[in-house]
């Protein structure tokens, strides 16, 4: 392994640089990371009511089944879903009525007052969650371990609802960590790509991003360490990174072009160009057989169904029409509110941040890859082509997919596109802009941690106006 930027403990530091009697607070980012995620995610956990996140009935109901170990939902009358304790559906109505309303306020009060409602797992009926079906148990084994031990406990709905919150939050976090510790540059970058409020909304969440998100980081972060050494490739190298992706792949398949980044590699780690590209499609293959082993397990676009909306029809429209598909994606990507939306468009998005500020983080993160460099290992051309052909990959994956199963046939915009499905895709995309710049160790950090503090404190204040006050 190449010699990474090394991890050491926050120590103050005299330098010549800071001039004489001062010092200078050297934070590293694994360390600064832990207790940012979990004092943030905590309070994004308690300050966002039940189900103000997008789709958390359903990930709350999916989670509920994993943890009564059903991996796979099924079909009754022609709807996907399971059977789980109707106390469940009645936490739910107990804080927002019979009809769900994501712009309506709430009392905090109602929420406490649900604490009484019991468990009763004996008493069931049928949920429909086919939306979230699809995704692998894998996403929701956090949550549900966390819904487990609380339903031990004897915790009703509301207990376990926050169980499965919080043990989301730590599983996520925990993903994060390794990842800012096994990549060897841009340490500063990825804190805070992964600490925006809409992550951190995310992450403090019922919903299946979080695992996502987090493992995508990871496999990502072990690409670019591999990518930073000419030594023989080992075994347990291979083996580590075939992991990770392979969970890339059964995670979602819209992140399926991440793989790519194997190819970040040199070549001259292995012993001839036969066994790298060899070693590649072996890999390959192992992701493919993997996202393709769980879609045969579930119901696919049958999970749901939507008015006008055809995948198989939109297919051949979008056949037909490339230069009219490529015009509406890039248009989209481009437009100002879903850029915006990559960082902070909270509740059901219609909770937005001050722009200017959006704009602020977005400058912070593209001055930090000018940080945490090795002055002798620099990204050739080819590197940063294959980070492109990931980024772009995935940007053209999941918009063409949600075009195909959300929106209605010829369509001219893409329904239900929302920034937090781009968090996995800012990763290789800000790896394009890494400099080899030497800079201090620490650098940026005094600055870049206030920063990240500050500005979900002011996203939390914006969360509690909302959902309680006006």
Known sequence: MSRAVSEQAPQFESGESSGPGRARLNLVPAQVFLPLAWVLGILYAVVTPPFQVPDEFQHFYRAYQVSEGRLTAYRQDGRVGGELPTSLKTFG??????????????????????????????????????????????????????????????????GIFYAGRFANLLSWSLLIYFSLRVIPILRWTFLLLALTPMSLAQSASLSADATVNGICFLFVA?????????????????VGLTTCGAAVALAKTAYFPLTLLFLLMPAR???SSRRY????????AICAATAIGWSLCTFGAESYSMANVSPHRQLIYMLHHPALMLHMELGMLLAVPFLSSIIGQLGWH????????????FALIFWSTQLGGIVTRRFTARQRLVLALAAVGCWGMIFSLIYLTF???????????QGRYMIPVTAPFFLMFYSAR???PGAGGALIAPFVLLFSLYALAVLVRRFYIW
């Open 93 to 158: 109505e107990q804080i927002w009525g019979e009809t769900f309303d994501p712009t309506k306020k709430i009392a905090p009060g109602r929420v406490w007052d649900s604490r009484l409602i019991p468990l009763d797992p004996q008493n069931r009926q049928f949920f429909v969650f086919g939306n979230v079906s699809w995704h692998s148990p894998t996403n929701y084994l956090p949550q549900a371990i966390g819904i487990a031990i609380a339903r031990e406990f004897g915790l009703g709905p509301m």
């Open 222 to 238: 072990a690409a670019v360490r591999c990518a930073m050494t000419d030594a023989p490739i080992r075994p347990r190298e291979l």
């Open 269 to 271: 780690r292995f012993s």
């Open 277 to 284: 590209w060899l070693a590649f499609c072996i890999f390959l």
């Open 350 to 361: 219609q909770i937005k941040l001050w722009l200017p500020l959006t704009a602020t983080y």
């Open 407 to 417: 929106t209605p046939v010829g369509g001219t915009s893409i329904n239900g596109l």
């Open 438 to 440: 030497r800079r201090p």
